[in-house]
């Protein structure tokens, strides 16, 4: 990947259009593993909760045993694991020093739980377990995924949320942004629904990068259930400066030493 537009730094183009591959190749410590697979659980828990015709006595079983596991987690340490955070994933945020590490391929395999925010993001993170979750990949010029979301997510009978759909698109085209070689937020996200798009069924989603004037970077994506055409989106992100970024990672910081 070449495109570097005017005013992007170099480095950030490279971790943009190169990050996804390497955070996939980041050795699955055990610590990590069990992690996923934790995640992996409370997602099956949700969509068979919202599915359950249980009775009474059934149901109760089952709080008391998740009752269980929340106090056996409530017991164990808690705080961040992990080096920056989860919207980094698809927005390409400040360029650390261990991202450019990352860049160079000089980032330790023993490092990997530190720098597995990617792990986190609630789309497209396997430990977080209120992502479906969504696997994006770059394609020289594009992004392109697939999903399945659960019952958990239904909207109309049999069908995926409108507002899953919208966020979904929002960070399929987060991530189609850092193709311009800069951090973005979004400005402005414009959905269009075309056919209902089917729970439980894999979804495959697709981003390209538009075109970039001064700050505003602009992109388009679709999703699509096989052949079929379920949505489609425009999206406007603003890049901004790494000062920028560093004051909102400074800001959630003291947030959480504080504990809110």
Request: with cysteine; glycine share 10%; proline share 5%.
């Amino acid at each position: 990947m070449t495109l570097e537009p005017d005013g992007a730094d170099p480095v950030a183009a490279e971790l943009a259009t190169s990050r996804i591959e390497r955070l996939h190749a980041l050795e699955l410590t055990p610590r990590r593993a069990e992690l996923h697979r934790l995640a992996a659980a409370n997602r099956a828990v949700i969509e068979r909760l919202v599915c359950t015709t249980a009775t009474e006595e059934q149901l109760a079983e089952a709080a008391d045993a998740l009752e269980a596991v929340a106090e056996l987690l409530g017991a164990m340490p808690s705080g961040q694991s992990y080096e920056g955070f989860s919207e980094a994933a698809n927005a390409g945020a400040a360029i650390t020093e261990q991202a450019r590490a990352l860049v160079a391929g000089e980032f330790r395999s023993t490092e990997s739980e530190a720098f597995a925010f990617f792990d986190h993001s609630p789309f497209i993170g396997p430990a977080n377990p209120l992502s479906p979750p969504i696997d994006l990949q770059y394609r020289e010029d594009r992004v392109e995924g697939t999903v399945t979301f659960g019952a958990a997510y239904e909207g109309p009978p049999g069908c995926v949320h409108g507002g899953y759909v919208a966020a979904a698109f929002d960070e399929l085209l987060g991530a189609t942004q850092s193709l311009s070689g800069s951090a973005g937020m979004t400005a402005r996200l414009i959905v269009n629904y075309r056919s209902p798009t089917p729970l439980r069924t894999e979804l495959r989603l697709e981003g390209e990068f538009a075109g970039r004037d001064g700050r505003k970077i602009t992109t388009v994506g679709r999703i699509f259930a096989g052949d079929t055409l379920c949505a489609e989106a425009e999206g406007l992100f603003i890049s901004m400066e790494g000062e920028r970024f560093r004051a909102l990672l400074e800001a959630r910081g003291a947030r959480m030493e504080g504990g809110s």
